[in-house]
């Protein structure tokens, strides 16, 4: 007995000592080619941030054409978007505002639950439910095009994709890892595409079209679909963007892939330890690393810059095509 407890006592000792021996690394670049300064000031601090736009603590949001708009947010309403010169506005409770660009409601309606993405086309509007509930409302009409109760999900990534308008088909990325294909003019549904069949954090990050082909992804896998067929990549997914005929998926360990449009992998890059908290592609690749570093590359991997940005990433961040939103800065990517 007395020979058992020893060996538990010696084990437990060297657990704890191997457990104050394992030190957390971080992302360490090589070199350091300069700073990135601050290009001007918010009117008040960034309060939260989203896929397809932000929010400061005054009230007034950020879209995803970089710009501070004078839109001033209801009290408790979360700003989700802007879509053709419209915005929309959610609350707790499910009351959805549609305003226009002279900050006047111009639809509102309550779901009565909390609303995780929305988008607008015309005068149809496209809902996610937080309880994975899909709707397509008339708002002309105030009537029901589609309902659908997809699977609950335990726990789901804070980076929801919006519902995405395809000329007559209205793409769902639901939290249960399908893209819901629906048509509009009837309300119907068209099919459902699996993409990932995880039972938490499940949800679709990532939702974009380029020509012919579609991309979704969730944490686990990225898909192509295009008339030629469905290409993936099962990956531990952080971010993905589209430059031209190019795919970058950013990986959990610190890879950028570059892909074509087949997804397939034409280069890789990786940067050890890094954890990327935004990205952005226009003529360049853009990544935002946590530790307080802008890395710049050409879109072939092939060129790098490492610039010093003012701190490390402990709040929210919004990141568009051309700017960096932080606290209550913003950096101009040139």
């Known amino acids: 007995m007395l020979k058992a407890v020893i060996s538990i006592s010696i084990l437990a000792l060297a657990l704890s000592l191997n457990g104050c021996g394992t030190k957390r690394q971080y992302f360490e670049p090589d070199s350091i080619s300069g700073r990135i300064k601050s290009s001007g000031s918010l009117?008040?601090?960034?309060?939260?941030?989203?896929?397809?736009?932000?929010?400061?603590?005054?009230?007034?949001?950020?879209t995803l054409k970089g710009e501070?708009?004078?839109?001033?947010?209801?009290?408790g309403h979360s700003f989700l978007g802007e879509f053709n010169g419209r915005f929309i506005t959610a609350s707790p409770t499910g009351d959805i505002h549609v305003k226009n660009s002279d900050d006047f409601t111009v639809y509102t309606l309550n779901l009565n639950t909390i609303i995780a993405s929305a988008s607008i086309d015309a005068q149809t509007l496209a809902v996610i439910a937080a309880d994975n509930t899909?709707?397509?409302?008339?708002?002309?009409?105030?009537?029901?095009?589609?309902?659908?109760?997809?699977?609950?999900?335990?726990?789901?990534?804070?980076?929801?994709?919006?519902?995405?308008?395809l000329g007559n088909l209205i793409i769902f990325p639901t939290l249960d890892g399908?893209?819901?294909?629906?048509?509009?003019?009837?309300?119907?549904?068209?099919?459902?595409?699996?993409?990932?069949?995880?039972?938490?954090?499940?949800?679709?990050?990532?939702?974009?079209?380029?020509?012919?082909?579609?991309?979704?992804?969730?944490?686990?896998?990225?898909?192509?679909?295009?008339?030629g067929g469905i290409n993936y990549i099962d990956e531990e997914i952080k971010n993905a963007v589209i430059a031209g005929d190019k795919v970058f998926v950013f990986t959990k360990d610190g890879r950028v892939l570059?892909?074509?449009?087949?997804?397939?992998?034409?280069?890789?890059?990786?940067?050890?330890?890094?954890?990327?908290?935004?990205?952005?592609?226009?003529?360049?690749?853009?990544?935002?690393?946590?530790?307080?570093?802008?890395?710049?590359?050409?879109?072939e991997l092939k060129e790098f810059e490492v610039l010093k940005?003012?701190?490390?990433?402990?709040?929210?961040?919004?990141?568009?095509?051309?700017?960096?939103?932080?606290?209550?800065?913003?950096?101009?990517?040139?």
Request: hydrophobic share 45%; proline share 2%; charged share 25%.
């Open 68 to 75: 501070e708009n004078d839109i001033k947010l209801e009290k």
């Open 309 to 334: 940005f003012p701190s490390k990433i402990d709040d929210f961040l919004f990141m568009t095509k051309d700017k960096i939103f932080y606290q209550n800065n913003f950096y101009t990517l040139e």
């Open 43 to 62: 009117s008040s601090n960034l309060k939260e941030a989203a896929k397809n736009g932000a929010s400061l603590q005054n009230g007034k949001i950020i």
């Open 134 to 165: 899909l709707y397509l409302i008339d708002m002309s009409s105030n009537s029901t095009l589609f309902q659908k109760k997809m699977d609950v999900m335990a726990a789901v990534d804070s980076r929801i994709a919006a519902p995405y308008f």
């Open 258 to 299: 570059l892909c074509d449009l087949e997804l397939k992998v034409l280069s890789e890059k990786r940067f050890p330890f890094a954890i990327f908290a935004g990205v952005s592609a226009n003529e360049k690749l853009y990544i935002l690393e946590k530790m307080g570093y802008l890395i710049k590359s050409d879109l």
């Open 178 to 227: 399908k893209l819901t294909i629906v048509d509009r003019s009837s309300g119907t549904l068209v099919r459902d595409v699996v993409i990932s069949s995880e039972r938490e954090f499940n949800n679709i990050i990532f939702l974009d079209v380029s020509g012919d082909r579609m991309f979704a992804s969730t944490a686990k896998r990225i898909i192509g679909i295009s008339p």
